[in-house]
């Protein structure tokens, strides 16, 4: 474990995400486990299956962050141009890769499966590049560079993202509290800043809550340090306490805090 | 209504999508809402609550596409910051804006909210920007230039974008059919290519379907001309029969196709 910030870009490629017929799940997922690494998520882009917004996206983030992860576009049928785009942001060649097609070649062989030009673009690797193993559909993903080039499936892509996992250099874990205030953020906002500037190190962010029977906000702090986000998170909930009684509201039950 | 090629980027802002804590639903909505009206969603980007991020996405983006759509960031805490991002963007100066304080200054007499700098925050507006109703808490977005700037909680966004509804021009209409397959891609991986290469102005996706008792591929047509649609969905049904034929599958039931 290195305590080096270490960062991230996602790349999700695919038309039926741009056009609304499949609702995008990768993003949450990917947020998720950097989260959990102590990897900063800095920024997602969504492409259409374009070559030259592939070629482009991927290069922009690559210069940019420690790891890219990208998810779509490398099944069997002509609208999987992910390997080619990427061979091309790389400039390398694309062959068919021995490992991934003896990968592909036992799977085929116990489902009876034909092998036919189509099912062998998926063993189309770029060159230098190294395999994701795929422990659901056998067809692999790889890492070329700082690059991880994974299924859109999400069921798929989960098992990519356990498969990269050990590879992975794990940041400074964000530890996060979450406080619950019963007043709107309008009423808090002011306080809630003078506290920001207290504690540049601890983010706080404000989420205002719709849909309760009463107004909610919910105001997260996260930092890697743990004492300063408990000292922090003591404050706000002073703040918010004194909001409260402002407000003449009851003071709400622990769990409102 | 233009036959032009009308085009959007959408950029979505918050630390809270990065980190996973919250699951976006804004991307899945405005690509609904862009393919409804033949706008093509061409990128989505999400990057965090930092002015400079922000400000190099919607230059990039505004440069590159008819409309931009923002959401997220427009509220009354420190951590919104999305309208100085903007007139930054735009290097114009945010004043308060007089019709948007009267806006927000007649919802809060109605509801007998105080009036503090935080809230004001809200009315905070860049110079030249026309604003965006806000049907459901009063705060509006704004239009400055192709950029419309909207609120990250998803009712509100969605009553934002119903807003703008008419003063957008719509694109020629995309049509699609969907064809399911009772094989999987690599089967039809081949045919479908040599498909789409006959009928490059019907753009062809191929989609796997997981978590069925059988193999299901679904295969989507997309074209803003009916006729080439109707005839290409025909060439494509033709081959998926001849491919459930070579499988030796029973011919499945309408619902199949």
Redesign the interface.
Known sequence: MSADTVTAGLL?IG???????????N?????????DLGI??????????ETD?IVEAVNALRARYTYVFTTGGI??????ITADAIAKAFGVALPINPEARAMLEARWKQTG??V????L??ARIPEGASLIVNSVSAAPGFRIGNVHVMAG?P?IMRAMLEAILPTLKAGKK?M?VTIKAAV???????P??AL?EQYPDV??????Q?GHDRIMTEL?L?SSDADRLAEAAGKVREMVREAHRKANLEMPDEEAY
Chains 1, 2 share one sequence.
């Not at 038309?15 to 799940?25: A, C, F, M, N």
């Not at 709107?184 to 002011?190: K, L, R, V, Y």
């Open positions: 999700v038309d039926e995400i741009l056009s609304g017929r499949t609702k995008d799940v993003i949450g997922a990917t947020a998720e486990f950097c989260t900063e998520l800095k920024e997602v882009r969504v492409v259409s299956d917004d099944g069997p049928t002509h609208d999987d499966t034909e036919n030009e189509a099912r673009r998926m499936v069921i964000v996060s709107g953020e309008g009423t808090i906002g002011g809630l800043g920001q983010k706080m962010g404000s989420y205002p719709m997260v996260r």
